[in-house]
């Protein structure tokens, strides 16, 4: 006996530490097991405490007056299956006649503290089915991508939701993206996740960093094409105007629209051109949409029209060409000038870390969701890297990015550099990568004299 004491009390302590150090691991070893126990014990009496239960129907009232039984009781929704995740449990529901997804959504606060979860979110499979997702401890504090992810051209994982999911930057279905931020908000980590994701596709990737391309440029050897300042920018993003329209005369020309044709090989994007023709895709990364924005005289006003000016015609026509952009900046509103609410209305999936005021926030998400602003400006200052990722559709997350170093996004960039394409119109603009030189001397100081 006393040595079963003593093994229980290991096991505790065991449990105890895990649930402290390791909270990943105490929910695979015990928290799984306990909570699936708590779910199942006390899911009718959790339901009918926060009104999701339906009075019984009158034929099974008849039947009970009929056979004088007692009263049936209030039917819970019924559960079509329990499946434990690694961050949580998933729980889908069958609803009763004359519930709604609305009310599921409603209650998630109420089932949180009633099963003992950390987070509890739902969403609509389809009619009369939810999805309601629990999660046993906050993944988001530190942050572990799962080993295998879903991977199709073009589609991303980028950070992890507060659900356990993977959050994935899809540019097949959101083609244009906005990013802000405060400063040290943890832009710069989202940004270095985007670019090792993309590293191993087939895709060429586009910089715009005016910040001297302290951000970009270590990145540069799987870059097709990088611009430093606004001079330059303004080059790149005509040439790749210029591209667009010559990838459209293809698509024009290999169409072949006839009888004869079926629908489904009528061309009218990249994507349904055949592989050995198919244009390779450009992502073009905007590092601070400001610095292109802003002016100081008359010569660099026409330079911002133009340049603004072509950023809207990628993001109205560049999607069929396989153009997507994705763009940062601190703020993104109407004092930029001219042109930019224009822009930020192609911008689809929006991005907000911590931000300063509720204007940036508005700029965000003012027209999508204003749930999702007040998540944005309750982002806390110690948590770097915590976001709200939403699109049109008025759907939210909150999302954080696993953190990589600019040493790891470099290594990842180097690795794949060979996939690096070669684009006719972006050829002028291929950065010119040196070998490092062995040894750095600082500029304050100088060599010293050998005798």
């Not at 405490?49 to 819970?76: F, I, M, Q």
């Not at 097949?172 to 940004?191: C, D, F």
Request: aromatic share 6%; glycine share 6%; charged share 25%.
């Amino acid at each position: 006996m006393t040595w079963f004491m003593v093994a229980v009390v290991v096991v505790v302590v065991a449990a105890g530490l895990l649930r402290w150090r390791r909270p990943a691991w105490y929910w695979l070893a015990f928290g799984v097991v306990l909570a699936t126990v708590r779910v199942l014990v006390r899911y009718s009496s959790v339901m009918e405490a926060c009104g999701l239960t339906v009075p019984p129907s009158r034929w099974r009232l008849a039947l009970a007056r009929v056979a004088n039984r007692p009263v049936p009781e209030s039917r819970a929704p019924r559960i079509l299956r329990l499946r434990p995740t690694r961050t949580g449990l998933v729980l889908r529901l069958k609803l009763r006649p004359g519930q709604d997804a609305f009310d599921v959504a409603s209650a998630t606060d109420r089932l949180r503290h009633s099963f003992g979860m950390y987070g509890v979110n739902s969403r609509e499979v389809r009619s009369g089915v939810v999805e309601v997702r629990m999660t046993g401890y906050d993944v988001l504090k530190q942050v572990q991508m799962p080993a295998k992810t879903d991977t199709r051209p073009m589609r991303v994982p980028v950070a992890l939701r507060e659900d356990g999911s993977v959050h994935y930057r899809d540019y097949r279905a959101v083609p244009h993206g906005l990013t802000l931020g405060a400063t040290e908000s943890g832009k710069s980590v989202y940004q270095r996740n985007l670019v090792a994701g993309l590293a191993p596709m087939d895709v060429a990737l586009v910089g715009i960093d005016c910040k001297q391309g302290v951000e970009l440029f270590p990145l540069a050897r799987r870059f097709s094409a990088l611009a430093d300042n606004p001079d330059t920018a303004l080059e790149l993003l005509e040439a790749l105007v210029s591209h667009m329209e010559e990838v459209y005369q293809l698509i024009r020309a290999e169409q072949r629209i006839s009888v004869a044709v079926p629908d489904a090989e009528i061309a009218a994007d990249i994507w349904d051109l055949p592989e050995d023709i198919r244009p390779v895709p450009v992502v073009v990364l905007v590092d601070e949409v400001a610095e292109l924005a802003l002016f100081a005289s008359k010569e660099e006003e026409k330079r911002r029209d133009r340049i603004i000016t072509a950023l809207v015609r990628l993001a109205q026509l560049g999607r069929a060409a396989g153009i997507y952009l994705e763009i940062c900046g601190q703020r993104f509103g109407s004092e930029l000038g001219k042109g930019i609410t224009m822009l930020r209305a192609q911008l689809t999936g929006r991005t907000a870390h911590r931000v300063n005021d509720e204007t940036s926030a508005n700029m965000a998400f003012g027209d999508i969701s204003p749930d999702a602003v007040l998540a944005a400006i309750q982002i806390p200052a110690e948590t770097r890297g915590l976001a709200i990722a939403g699109d049109s559709t008025g759907g939210w997350h909150r999302i954080r990015a696993p953190h990589t170093s600019l040493r790891q996004a470099v290594n990842t960039c180097n690795k794949y550099a060979d996939r690096t394409p070669d684009v006719p119109a972006l050829a002028p603009f291929r950065p010119a990568v040196a070998a490092l030189p062995s040894a750095r001397v600082p500029l304050s100081k100088t060599a010293p004299a050998t005798a």
